[in-house]
C-alpha cells in the first residue's frame, strides 16, 4: 500500500469545450492532503492514537476493511510527495498536522519530539522545493485520549485546541504562513456525530445528533475563534502570516420556485451555519438557522434551544476571525418542501431539521467517479457559492482549499472524467474572477495521490497519483 507508479496521470487546464482559461498571473495552483489518509506510521515513532486509530478496528467501519497504518507511507516517503508536487508544478501543498502526533495524550503536558522533528523535515522540504506550505490543524483526526474526555462535546476542547495550535504557531509559524484552524466542521459533525445520511466517520457516535450536532458545531466554532485570537495576539505581527478555516459547500437548488425560501434556508443551515459567525456582518448564526432550531425546540417541549447561543463575547470574537475563507467543493443537492408525513421518514436529523427532501437530480446533476458515488457534476454550483460569498462577506478572500473527483472504473491513465471534472469547476472559478468579480486567490485539487478515503478505504481514489 505504498509504491506510486511514476507517471502522473493528465492534467490540463484547456476546458473540454476548448477555451483556453486565462487565470490571474498571481492565481495560486495547490494541491492537498490529510495527515490521516497519507501518513501511515499511524501507531509508531511516539504517535498517540487518534479517532480514526480506534474507528478503523470498528467491523464494518471501513468499507475494504483497511486501516490508515500504512496509507500512502508518507511520514517515510514525503520527499516522495514532494517530487511529484514539483512534476506537477503545484504553487503550494495543503497538508495537515497530526494533533496525535504532536501530543500523544493531546494535551501540551506531554510532546514528541519525533513528531514535532517530523513536521520540522517536511515542511523544510516543501520549501526547498519552492513549494509553499498551508497547514491544516484539524483534519478530523481528533487525539483518541481527548475523545475518551468527551472529545468535541466537552468545552474543555476549546482549551485544547488553543494550546495545540499555539504550539504549532511557535514550532512552525517562521515557515508556515497559510494556517487552516478546522477542515469541514459540517461533514464531521454530519458523519462523524450524527452518521444517518449515509456515511459514518470517526469517533462514531450515532443517535445523539439532535443536540450533539450543534453542541459540537458550537465548540468548533469558539475552537476556531481561539486559534485564531492566539494567533492574532502573539504571533501574526511577527509571523505574518494568514489564518482561515475551510468548509464544505454544497449549492443548494430548488426544485421550483416555491422551494426558493427552503434552499436558501439549506443554504443557511449547512454552510451559514460555520460561515455566518466568522465572515457575516452580524457575527451570530444565520437568523434562519437560530428561528428553526428553536421553533422545532420548543415543539419537542425543550425548555432550551437544541442550538447553543453564542454570548455577544464569543459573537465579538468570532467576527472577522478568519483571514480567508476556505472552499472544499464536490457538489450540489436539490430540495424541494416535503408532501405530508415525508420529512419523519427522512433519515438524517440535520435535513429533517432543515425541514427539505434533498436529493441529486439525476439529469441536471451528473453523477461521476464510481457507480453510486457522492461526486456530482454541477461545476455551475461553484459559481453561484462564490457569488453568494462575494455578496454576503464583503468578498472576503476565498481560496479553493478542496475539489476533485475519484478514479471512473475503465479509465486508463489518461483520466478523462477526472480532467472533465477538474476543468469544468476550473471553468466557473475563471469565469467567477473574471466576470463576477470574486475574490479567489487560487485552487487546491484533492488530492495529489490516492490515499485512505476514510470510510471507503483505498476504494475511492482520487489522486492525480496512483498509488498501488
Ligand atoms: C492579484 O492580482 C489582481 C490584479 O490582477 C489584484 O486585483 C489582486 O489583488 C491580486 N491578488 C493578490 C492576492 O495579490
Ligand atoms: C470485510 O469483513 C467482513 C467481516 O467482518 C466481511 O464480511 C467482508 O466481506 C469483508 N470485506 C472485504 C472487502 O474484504
Ligand atoms: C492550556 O491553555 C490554558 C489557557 O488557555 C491553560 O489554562 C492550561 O493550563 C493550558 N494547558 C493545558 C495542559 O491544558
Not at 459540517?186 to 450524527?194: D, T, V
Not at 445523539?208 to 466554532?221: F, K, P, Q
Not at 475552537?223 to 475551510?246: C, L, P, T, W
Request: charged share 25%; glycine share 10%.
Amino acid at each position: 500500500m505504498s509504491r506510486r507508479a511514476a507517471v502522473a496521470r493528465k492534467v490540463s487546464i484547456t476546458h473540454p469545450s476548448g477555451d483556453e482559461l486565462h487565470f490571474p498571473a498571481n492565481f495560486t495552483w495547490a494541491a492537498a492532503t490529510a495527515a490521516v489518509q497519507v501518513e501511515g506510521a499511524a501507531l509508531t515513532y511516539g504517535k498517540g492514537p487518534s479517532i480514526w486509530d480506534e474507528f478503523v478496528k470498528r467491523p464494518g467501519a471501513i468499507v475494504d476493511n483497511t486501516s490508515a497504518n500504512t496509507a500512502c507511507d508518507s511520514y517515510h516517503k514525503f520527499k516522495e510527495d514532494i517530487a511529484i508536487l514539483k512534476y506537477v508544478g503545484v504553487q503550494q501543498y495543503r497538508f495537515s498536522i497530526s494533533w496525535s502526533r504532536l501530543l500523544p495524550t493531546g494535551t501540551v503536558e506531554e510532546i514528541n519530539e519525533e513528531g514535532v522533528q517530523y513536521y520540522h523535515d517536511l515542511i523544510d522540504a516543501v520549501l526547498e522545493a519552492g513549494i509553499v506550505p498551508m497547514v491544516t490543524l484539524y483534519h478530523w483526526d481528533l487525539p483518541l485520549a481527548l475523545n475518551d474526555r468527551g472529545g468535541w462535546l466537552n468545552e474543555k476542547i476549546v482549551e485544547w485546541f488553543g494550546n495545540y495550535s499555539s504550539l504549532c504557531f511557535q514550532l512552525y509559524g517562521e515557515k508556515v504562513k497559510h494556517w487552516i484552524t478546522l477542515n469541514e466542521p459540517y461533514s464531521q459533525i454530519q458523519n462523524g456525530y450524527c452518521g444517518d445520511d449515509g456515511t459514518v466517520h470517526a469517533p462514531g457516535i450515532q443517535g445523539e445528533c439532535s443536540w450533539a450536532a450543534y453542541l459540537v458545531g458550537y465548540h468548533m466554532l469558539l475552537a476556531h475563534s481561539k486559534a485564531s485570537m492566539i494567533y492574532r495576539e502573539a504571533f501574526k505581527d511577527v509571523q505574518n502570516g494568514r489564518i482561515g478555516i475551510s468548509l464544505n459547500v454544497n449549492w443548494i437548488l430548488p426544485e421550483s420556485e416555491d422551494d426558493e425560501d427552503l434552499a436558501d434556508q439549506a443554504f443557511q443551515m449547512m454552510f451559514g451555519w460555520f460561515a455566518e459567525p466568522i465572515f457575516g456582518r452580524e457575527g451570530d448564526y444565520p437568523v434562519a438557522m437560530t428561528e428553526r432550531i428553536e421553533f422545532l425546540s420548543r415543539k419537542e417541549g425543550r425548555v432550551t434551544s437544541r442550538l447553543p447561543a453564542l454570548s455577544e463575547k464569543q459573537v465579538e470574537e468570532l467576527t472577522g476571525s478568519a483571514d480567508f475563507l476556505g472552499i472544499n467543493y464536490y457538489n450540489s443537492l436539490m430540495v424541494r418542501k416535503p408532501r405530508k408525513g415525508e420529512l419523519t421518514k427522512v433519515r438524517s436529523q440535520l435535513k429533517r431539521d432543515i425541514g427539505g427532501i434533498f436529493y441529486y437530480d439525476p439529469t441536471g446533476l451528473s453523477g461521476i467517479g464510481k457507480p453510486g458515488s457522492w461526486i456530482k457534476y454541477y461545476p455551475e454550483g461553484l459559481r453561484e457559492v462564490l457569488r453568494n460569498v462575494r455578496d454576503r462577506f464583503g468578498n472576503v478572500p476565498v481560496m479553493i482549499t478542496e475539489n476533485g473527483c475519484m478514479d471512473t472504473p475503465g479509465e486508463d491513465a489518461e483520466d478523462e472524467t477526472r480532467v472533465f471534472y477538474i476543468t469544468g469547476h476550473l471553468a466557473e472559478i475563471c469565469r467567477a474572477i473574471q466576470e463576477d468579480g470574486c475574490n479567489v486567490l487560487g485552487y487546491t485539487v484533492w488530492s495529489i495521490m490516492d490515499n485512505f478515503e476514510w470510510a471507503d478505504g483505498y476504494t475511492s481514489r482520487f489522486g492525480l497519483y496512483y498509488v498501488s
